[in-house]
């Protein structure tokens, strides 16, 4: 059911056909990009360039101008100012159900811009069109491989499906989200970038996210909110529909605020405000992309954490041991003592030279008896005086396989588990990854991305 | 010139020869592992495994025990509690001027082991020999190749010689620590651990690096400070030399006070005390290892900072651009407006689309055309209104080499500049690194250690 109030994306999301007005035959021109990225991903709709100087771009047949019988429902234009005004208008002549304005030179740069975009906007809610952008890189939806945009993240990347979703007005910021989520192993279901905003913003993004039923995590970046109300009912929404809201928003400073500006003509506004607004949506926010992909890997790691915030902490450095501890503390986790029975297993378990205790360091015996980590690791992840293990390892590639083989042992006991592993060899970072455990290099970050999800959990 | 107040720890890290009593013929034992390491980085002193049970070790002549006539200055006790007392005494007897006591099990275990100690350290002050230890990894000069060490940590690095030392309780910090200098590119002076600080303490490591000659640049990880008057002048001592010195404090909650206790037996003591100190030391305090070495390798980078504070931001994200803003205007690094002359330069450079401001945003424009980017860089290398440039990429590998030649470009100019790249491509890493140009992938921390190293330069 959608949100009242908004128009749906689904036009623009679920499109059946995709016309690429201004296709260029170089798939590394911004008019090439989607028609390369629509067939190598494999787009389960009818792909349309439109180009009146050629016949075929790269290798499908391509029209002179669209019109009505073409039956489109989005159009991507790509051509720049002022070519792409007369674009637009002749996309809604043809019966375009939604239109991507990928061209920049409007509101963010001078008032002529802005006169010309409020046209834009106007035209197509006259026309009972959705208008995405100006200045935008377009929509992703990776579970029907539509790839509307001209991003340079696809290049390099592909395109897993998931439950992820992104949305904001930089492209660029959405890319670089990409590449993050990708790398971190988390998949994709829709990608939104909204740019100038001349008609679609962020609240009708996330009021169609709040309703998709292939998202349930979603990842924000906001310069401004140009419709409040519209943006709290949609995060409601999303709230009542179990899903979870990540979200930076920049333009804290008064630099930040005239960069933002320039960026997309947004109006940043009062930070504190701001602030409330995503407070009283339940909205998580964050500082950076780095940060947003650390909370989601948690959100979504199997066994979901709890709300509870014992740890049981096992390293192979007693300094480390502590810095947690100090980490810990910072955000409001404890590293609380273990049960008289716990101890009682651990004492047998450890070294006689190493107080026992939580967080409890192996040392380095564990070289040369890896079969300790196993054994303190199954006895934590029984316990009842912890509700999430986070475990710390530094180098030991010597040791590699054995470590692994006491996480994967204890996988399957239900208990959350959090690695930080400083200098992990590269071939144990994707082994770790392969088990579907979380998986840090540094301590502070961890304890506050567990943290921040286990609040949301 | 020495720290007046303490014993140099010359004969340690200065040492010609060095003994290995419990010497080990399995390179990876505890035993074994400084014998492999000082043959294969090269010492350049003697190497005298002891062990009664062998002639030889790793194709070395082996002693059962250590007399006068061997002439040893340092020796190395790789044996458990509680030969490793006995092997104390011998050494010492031996007229050994330095032993370094990797054993645990003493102070920080229980009140016997707390005695134990006590002991070793009275019979060391009455030979006049330095202890280090016990629980401790030992050290490192990696001009001389000594590693009297079992850090796990050389397994798979180098050992790169420079002007970066390590100081701390910690060895597994300090191993952590090495890895992550080494792959920053840094060349490593000295690393000293002192664990349980029988005698030297961390006050006495820093008055050593402190006069010594190649050490340009200290990180220390602090548990406690046991002799505060000494660290203080050693402290005032690096500074009077033009040293840098970066210090991680742990302990600074109940909890994590607890953990350094059980680690080396140290009492933290209450934070702000510590705080108050290292503040008057000309201390900066980073919270994390990765911090540290960020700061470091701006604070060693080429050109060096000045302590101005105005960043000419280079992006090809507006998205980014603002969020640099805002870390900057965090960290108190500004983003001015640039001079008219400027300005004016810059507008004829990049397209009519864009507004003309710092930051500056490139946008993806630079993709059909990376001659921007070297125009835009050179106009700020020469502009008097910017004494940092900072430069954001992302992605873009289908750029890159233009991109690096760019940056390239710029360098001879002489002004600093810091790249942060999201998602860079892995052979473009290791081209900036080879450039000399500090690299980051994340935008606060680039920030934030901008900020530090420039209030240190």
Not at 176 to 191: F, N, P
Not at 257 to 273: L, Y
Request: charged share 15%; net charge neutral.
């Amino acid at each position: 059911m959608a949100v009242p109030g908004t128009d749906s994306l689904a036009p623009l999301l679920e499109a059946g056909s995709v016309a690429i007005v201004g296709a260029s035959a170089d798939p590394l021109k911004i008019g090439g990009r989607p028609v390369e990225y629509l067939r190598r991903f494999g787009y389960r709709g009818r792909i349309v360039p439109v180009n009146p100087n050629r016949n075929e771009v790269q290798g499908i047949p391509c029209l002179p101008r669209l019109t009505r019988a073409d039956a489109i429902d989005v159009a991507i234009i790509a051509a720049p100012v002022p070519g792409a005004n007369e674009a637009v208008h002749q996309c809604l002549e043809a019966g375009c159900k939604a239109i991507i304005l990928f061209s920049a030179g409007y509101a963010e740069l001078d008032q002529a811009g802005a006169h010309s975009q409020r046209a834009l906007a106007s035209a197509a809610a006259a026309a009972g069109a959705v208008l995405l952008g100006p200045n935008c890189l377009g929509v992703i939806n990776a579970h029907t491989r539509l790839v509307a945009s001209f991003t340079t993240a696809l290049e390099s990347i592909e395109l897993p499906c998931g439950s992820f979703s992104y949305l904001g007005q930089s492209g660029a910021l959405g890319a670089y989200w990409m590449e993050k989520a990708v790398s971190a192993g988390l998949g994709i279901s829709k990608w939104i970038t909204t740019g100038n905003e001349a008609q679609v913003t962020v609240a009708e993004a996330l009021a169609y996210l709040a309703v998709d039923p292939q998202t349930r995590l979603i990842g924000a970046y906001i310069e401004d909110i140009k419709r409040p109300e519209l943006f709290r009912r949609a995060a409601q929404a999303a709230q009542a529909a179990g899903k979870t809201i990540l979200a930076i928003k920049s333009g804290r400073s008064a630099t930040g605020q005239r960069a933002v500006c320039a960026h997309t003509g947004a109006q940043a506004g009062d930070d504190a405000t701001y602030q409330s607004l995503l407070r009283d949506c339940g909205i998580a926010r964050v500082a950076t992309l780095t940060e947003m992909i650390d909370v989601a890997r948690l959100v979504l790691s199997e066994p979901p954490l709890s709300k509870s915030r014992r740890l049981g902490v096992v390293t192979v450095s007693g300094g480390a041991g502590a810095l947690i501890c100090d980490a810990a503390d910072d955000v409001g986790l404890s590293v609380p003592e273990l049960s008289a029975a716990d101890m009682t297993r651990l004492s047998e378990i450890l070294p006689k030279f190493v107080r026992c205790q939580n967080p409890i360091d192996v040392t380095g015996a564990v070289v040369s008896d890896t079969s300790l980590m196993t054994s303190v690791l199954e006895t934590l992840a029984k316990s009842g005086s912890c509700d999430v293990i986070v475990l710390f390892l530094g180098l030991m590639g010597s040791i590699k396989e054995q470590l692994l083989a006491a996480v994967a042992h204890v996988r399957p006991l239900g208990k959350p588990l959090v690695l930080i592993w400083m200098g992990a060899p590269p071939d144990a970072r994707r082994a770790v990854q392969a088990l579907g455990v979380p998986l840090f290099d540094e301590i502070p970050p961890a304890l506050a991305s567990l943290a921040k999800a286990g609040l949301l959990a």
